[in-house]
């Protein structure tokens, strides 16, 4: 490298994470990848856009049995995360959850610069893609204009609870979240109506209950609808439309519309880094599960390869292969040797058994 590169280099890594490997997304497949590495003498950094760990298992079906765990007959989606995190306490992985990563730039030393939405920035030397289906994102309003007052208006999570206290609010959805915040809300804000487009709700069958209970006493409202168009008085928001089971259009004026239809996963910033992708997935190697681009890997779901199957048990094989691969780019001039669990006194030592 030149001395303007190196000083150019230099400037953008100045502040950031050191890392010897990141890892993009938190799903089983990420977090085996830690444990991994781990075995292998190599920390890890991990990045999520959720605020927990988990990917789809605790996002989509936590609650659902797994089969196809070897070793384990059954085991529950979100049981199965949690014995996942579990197995990679030895290794002391730093979570940074509820940041999604928005930058992957390579620089000239073969290292990398990343940085997430909530700009947190890291140097490192290697970095792992288990992005899964990409990284979940509020299903928005399906109306028109939407854009317009998203954030300021129309909400999708609801930063601070103060904001809302004393205002006019209709909620969207059938889930905890919608009921959690409805019961919240109810007698905190001015006025509170929940709208949901089926009598059967996903949340918890006492909070419904308790929703029920507060229509019967006049403390909110209820309206089974879809939402249909905003109210509008020029650029100000004044509240939203909706399209009642019976086929009515209802205006409830508002301050704010807060919506809960859950999340769904979106491949986002990672297609912008100038990896070969198809078909919404990455390119890989079977021998290293490495991309494009030298010391960026890819498993789990996010990956594809000829013969690819989307299944946890393929991600876990991809993780150990990968961080071989890891191993051998992080230290060129070792040879990482085969070691057994069972065995190895070193690998005894780190993860904490003693011998
Ligand atoms: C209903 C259902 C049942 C299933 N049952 C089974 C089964 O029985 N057996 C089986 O083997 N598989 C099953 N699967 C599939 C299994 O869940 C996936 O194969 C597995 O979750 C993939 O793990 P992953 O870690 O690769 O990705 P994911 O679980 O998708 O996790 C990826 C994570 O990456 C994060 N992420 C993505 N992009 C970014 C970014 N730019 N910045 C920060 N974070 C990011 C996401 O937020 C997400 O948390 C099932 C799937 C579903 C939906």
């Known amino acids: 490298m030149s001395e303007s590169q190196n000083s150019a280099a230099n400037a953008a890594t100045d502040g950031a994470i050191q890392a010897d490997v ?7 497949c990420g977090l085996f ?7 292998l ?30 070793a384990l007959p059954v085991c529950g989606a979100q049981e199965l995360v949690d014995r996942l995190i579990t197995q990679t306490k030895p290794f002391n992985a730093q979570y940074h959850m509820g940041e999604e990563m928005v930058e992957l730039k390579a620089l000239e030393d073969h290292t990398f610069l990343l940085r997430t939405s909530l700009d947190t920035r890291f140097h490192a030397r290697a970095v792992i893609i288990a992005g899964g289906l990409g990284s979940f994102q509020p299903r928005r309003l399906s109306v028109e204009g939407v854009e317009a007052f998203e954030g300021s208006r129309v909400h999708y999570k609801v930063k601070s609870a103060s904001e809302f206290t004393g205002k006019r609010l209709v909620i969207f959805g059938g889930g905890d979240s919608a009921l959690d915040w409805t019961l919240e809300f109810a007698g905190r804000a001015r006025s509170v109506t929940l709208v949901h487009r089926r009598p059967e709700f996903r949340g918890a069958p006492a909070s419904v209950a308790k929703m029920h209970d507060l229509v019967a006493h006049g403390s909110m409202r209820y309206v089974e609808a879809i939402g249909h168009s905003l109210m509008t ?3 100000e928001f004044r509240g939203v439309r909706v399209k009642r089971t019976d086929g009515e259009i209802e205006e409830l004026p508002a301050d704010h519309a807060l919506v809960f239809y859950g999340l769904h996963p979106k491949l986002g910033p990672i297609a912008e880094w100038g990896l070969n992708i198809d078909k919404r997935a990455i390119q ?28 946890i048990l393929s991600g876990f094989h991809e993780a150990a292969l990968a961080a071989f691969a890891v191993a051998a780019r992080l230290n060129p001039a070792k040879k990482i040797p085969l070691q057994y669990t069972t065995t190895s006194p070193i690998m005894h030592k780190r993860l904490g058994v003693p011998d």
């Open 284 to 311: 890989v190697d079977t021998e290293k599960f490495q991309t494009n681009i030298p010391g960026v890997f890819a498993v789990g779901d996010i990956n594809t390869y000829p013969g690819k199957k989307k299944l």
């Open 233 to 235: 008085e020029g650029a």
């Open 41 to 70: 003498g190599i920390h890890a950094h991990i990045v999520d856009s959720l605020k927990h760990p988990g990917g789809q298992c605790s996002e989509l079906y936590p609650e659902k049995p797994i089969y196809d765990i070897p």
């Open 22 to 28: 990141v890892i993009i997304g938190a799903g089983p």
């Open 33 to 39: 990848q830690i444990f991994e590495l781990g075995l």
